[in-house]
């Protein structure tokens, strides 16, 4: 699943231009706060993360080269961004305990691996070509934990319609995802430690 | 293992795949489970890059000139040593009295996904004394019994410098003693009165400073 932005929209991101940068935020926007997410666990520090993500991804982008795909580069700032934040909330955290949200364990655990955020952001983006239906019902499959009938419930929709939804939602996952299972047409792996180093 | 099989162990078929063979599917579910995959960035988030990249490309001029050739470096200093002239004409202005109009920045805030119906409007007027902070809010619930909102301007490097507190809504006045031009984030946070002078890192309201004159 290769997404290659296109090389005049990202030359005008580096130039600041308005239009750019909303057309990359409306392409990456989502996978760059999935990883965010993956690594804070707090919605709110997730969007801080992003937005540092994407001005140091302008800040950097002078340096971007266009042959190479912009995704795994941003991921990779997005990670690091997100890291940032991780180790000054760490700092503050023997302080505020009695704040700490229980359900923030990102912030009590080691940040995942790049190959971690990177697997991350290629399932994010797969869940991004599935028509609204589909994504809903695989959210209450595998977030929620709902049966075949319980989603039927939940969507007042027939049994046979949720699964036959299921199969091509989960077919079109296991295509769009193939490379993660080592499949002969792997993308190529992110450059790991290149984009925080621009 | 066949496609179909891989199909059905990911749609939750735990037999369809030998548990030997199912590893490398098993971290895909994971995070198909995984909160992380569904949460939703606050809508706002967008118009918020969007004003970040922009307020930074203009304080600091498009990146990607400044390495391709010498021409907008040059103009680039040119420009800087204008501004730093007109600083020091504005400094000499404020400082002597002689009506030359004070060096204003502007932010408009937006409530964060712990307050989404917060919003808020700022004015930064520099003084003899630091920067003046007009602020209106609207929005925020009354703290108070040892909690309170406390502003703080933000620099690039996350670097925090707190610049008041109050308990409600309304207008309110707060003093910085940075200048926006290096510390350009407003955010506003909950706080404890409880020893601890850091940050709640629980934000309400954010927002990028622009010089309006």
Do not use: C
């Amino acid at each position: 699943m290769r997404v290659v932005a296109d090389p005049v929209v990202v030359s005008r991101f580096a130039a600041g231009d308005e239009d750019a940068v909303r057309a990359l935020y409306r392409e990456y926007g989502r996978l760059v706060f999935a990883v965010a997410y993956k690594v804070l666990g707090d919605r709110g520090l997730a969007e801080e993360a992003t937005q540092q993500a994407f001005l140091q991804a302008w800040r950097a982008s002078a340096s971007f080269e266009p042959s190479k795909e912009f995704g795994p580069w941003l991921a990779t700032i997005a990670r690091r961004a997100a890291i940032d934040i991780h180790r000054r909330e760490a700092r503050h955290a023997h302080s505020a305990l009695d704040d700490a949200d229980p359900a923030a364990s990102g912030l009590i655990s080691l940040p995942p691996s790049m190959d971690q955020v990177y697997d991350a952001w290629q399932v994010r983006q797969a869940l991004n070509e599935l028509s609204p239906d589909e994504a809903d019902l695989v959210k209450l499959q595998h977030m929620e934990g709902l049966t075949h009938s319980q989603i039927a419930d939940r969507l007042n929709i027939p049994v046979g319609t949720v699964k036959s939804r299921s199969f091509r939602a989960h077919r079109r996952l296991a295509g769009l995802l193939g490379h993660l299972r080592g499949d002969d047409h792997a993308l190529p792996q992110p450059p790991i430690g290149t984009g925080g180093q621009r | 293992m066949t496609d179909a099989d891989r199909i059905a162990y990911l749609a939750g078929d735990q037999a369809a795949v030998d548990p030997a063979d199912a590893a490398e599917l098993d971290d895909v579910r994971a995070l198909l489970a995984d909160p992380a995959m569904w949460e939703q960035p606050d809508p706002h988030l967008e118009d918020t890059v969007v004003v970040t990249i922009a307020g930074a490309a203009r304080s600091a001029g498009p990146v990607a000139g400044r390495k391709r050739t010498r021409r907008p470096i040059l103009l680039w200093a040119a420009g800087a040593a204008a501004a730093a002239v007109i600083a020091i004409a504005v400094a000499i202005g404020i400082g002597s009295g002689n009506g030359t109009p004070a060096t204003t920045f502007s932010v408009a805030l937006g409530g964060t996904s712990l307050a989404p119906a917060a919003s808020g409007q700022a004015t930064l007027t520099q003084t003899n004394a630091g920067w003046k902070i007009t602020l209106h809010v609207s929005g925020l619930p009354r703290l108070d019994n040892g909690r309170f909102y406390e502003a703080w301007l933000k620099n690039p490097a996350d670097v925090l410098v707190p610049v008041g507190t109050f308990n409600q809504s309304g207008d309110i006045t707060l003093w910085a003693g940075v200048p926006p031009t290096e510390f350009p984030t407003l955010t506003v946070t909950r706080q404890r009165a409880n020893g601890n002078q850091a940050s709640s890192g629980q934000r309400v309201l954010v927002g990028l400073a622009h010089r309006t004159s």
